[in-house]
């Protein structure tokens, strides 16, 4: 029987650098430390430590009987974690996460716990997810340098989770990239890292223009590493690092997100939606995700239908539209509207100019016809003063 020892804590102070709980986890780094984490949290609830939860396992598994109420057990045991998650102010998605981390505890050193999920709330969608369209990928492009070109189009390409975008090691691309160019190749596939969330090992492909500039990138970042290559393609990349990414290079673009949230995912959702419009199950295969395996059973040649798929797809999620992208008809339109302001501006400036002429025209007149009545005057007034008639003039002239 499964038990919840309140006063016995497993004794380890977790700071996320503690090797206790990863040991039990065999998935990329990034993986496990977020599942150990989930691991520790789950001990403390419960009282006991993964050793205790192995050896209770042990025991069980010796007779049917009691292998099937430690199945139940500890599944129910699972549903309550998640209920009290779920209590504690932790959103569905986060508890979901929660629990899958213990579960892959179990999965790695017991035995997969069925039936778990259909005892959670169902996945929630993002409310304010920004959701990305091949026209908003094309412009990112576009505006983008050298390093941000080959991570959008290799995630583009691959539609990897960024757990698993970040364990890309260096050499397998490279040896890709040098077969693809070797061999004139458009689209290069290969059967990428097993999944660490789904254990699925994905059919992966890069696309022509990852290829071309996965060849630029990598004689840049071996040439910033004096001659050598990191074992990782995106070397010193953290957790975040892929988001942080993404939303710098939509300021950079300057692409109005109006408030809503930026996430790498949602790059993956993309690729996914659009293979899945073609054929779901093959979209599942690409990108990893689970599905049905009796489904698979009719698709006599998995590898080809992958292929035949994504290059049939691939104009809907191609980044190298740029002659004819948004970007640039939007730069030629803003010339297009400065050319005519500048127009317009250029006729004011004339228009104004010839009032002015004429302007100066009235005044020159003016001047003239004054000039011409003050001379008109003087001699009149000469002409008085010699007659003896001076005194008068203003009787004539002013009266």
């Known amino acids: 029987m499964l038990s919840y020892n309140k006063e016995r804590k497993y004794r380890t102070n977790y700071d996320g650098k503690s090797l206790e709980y990863r040991k039990y986890y065999s998935n990329s780094k990034a993986s496990v430390q977020k599942s150990a984490l989930d691991l520790w949290h789950y001990c403390e609830w419960i009282g006991k430590t993964p050793e205790d939860l192995i050896n209770e396992f042990i025991q069980a598994r010796a007779d049917?009987?009691?292998?099937?109420?430690?199945r139940r057990e500890t599944k129910n045991t699972l549903v309550k974690f998640y209920n009290e998650q779920k209590s504690k102010g932790y959103k569905v998605n986060m508890a979901r996460s929660v629990v899958s981390g213990v579960m892959a505890f179990y999965s790695q050193n017991c035995e997969t716990i069925k039936g778990i999920t259909r005892e959670l709330d169902p996945v929630q969608i993002p409310e304010n997810g920004f959701v990305f369209t091949q026209e908003i990928l094309r412009k990112l492009y576009y505006y983008g340098n050298l390093h941000e070109k080959t991570w959008l189009s290799c995630s583009v390409s691959l539609?990897?989770?960024?757990?698993?975008?970040?364990?890309?090691?260096?050499?397998?691309?490279?040896?890709?990239?040098?077969?693809?160019?070797?061999?004139?190749?458009?689209?290069?596939?290969f059967i990428g890292k097993s999944r660490s969330k789904t254990s699925v090992q994905?059919?992966?492909?890069?696309?022509?223009?990852?290829?071309?500039?996965?060849?630029?990138?990598?004689?840049?970042?071996?040439?910033?590493?004096?001659?050598?290559?990191?074992?990782l393609l995106w070397n010193g990349a953290t957790n975040d690092t892929p988001n942080d990414w993404l939303k710098a290079l939509i300021k950079k673009a300057n692409i109005d997100t109006y408030g809503k949230i930026v996430r790498f995912h949602a790059i993956r959702k993309f690729v996914y939606d659009t293979l899945s419009k073609m054929d779901e199950t093959i979209a599942c295969v690409i990108t990893a995700k689970k599905?049905?395996?009796?489904?698979?059973?009719?698709?006599?040649?998995?590898?080809?239908?992958?292929?035949?798929?994504?290059?049939?797809?691939?104009?809907?999620?191609?980044?190298?539209?740029?002659?004819?992208?948004?970007?640039?008809?939007?730069?030629?339109?803003?010339?297009?509207?400065?050319?005519?302001?500048?127009?317009?501006?250029?006729?004011?400036?004339?228009?104004?100019?010839?009032r002015v002429d004429y302007l100066q025209k009235d005044v020159d007149q003016l001047k003239e016809n004054y000039i011409l009545e003050k001379l008109t005057l003087d001699i009149l007034f000469r002409e008085l003063k010699n007659r003896g008639l001076a005194n008068i003039k203003s009787c004539y002239i002013f009266g």
């Open 64 to 70: 049917f009987s009691k292998l099937q109420d430690w």
């Open 159 to 189: 539609g990897y989770a960024s757990i698993d975008f970040l364990a890309i090691e260096t050499e397998k691309i490279r040896n890709l990239v040098k077969e693809a160019k070797d061999k004139h190749l458009d689209f290069i596939m």
């Open 202 to 231: 994905p059919r992966s492909f890069l696309t022509p223009e990852a290829i071309e500039n996965l060849n630029e990138y990598l004689k840049m970042f071996e040439k910033q590493n004096g001659g050598k290559l990191p074992k």
């Open 291 to 354: 599905t049905d395996a009796s489904k698979l059973t009719y698709k006599t040649s998995l590898d080809s239908e992958c292929e035949r798929v994504f290059k049939e797809s691939y104009k809907q999620i191609a980044l190298n539209g740029d002659v004819l992208s948004k970007a640039k008809q939007e730069q030629s339109q803003e010339i297009e509207r400065l050319t005519k302001a500048l127009s317009n501006l250029e006729t004011e400036n004339y228009n104004f100019k010839t």
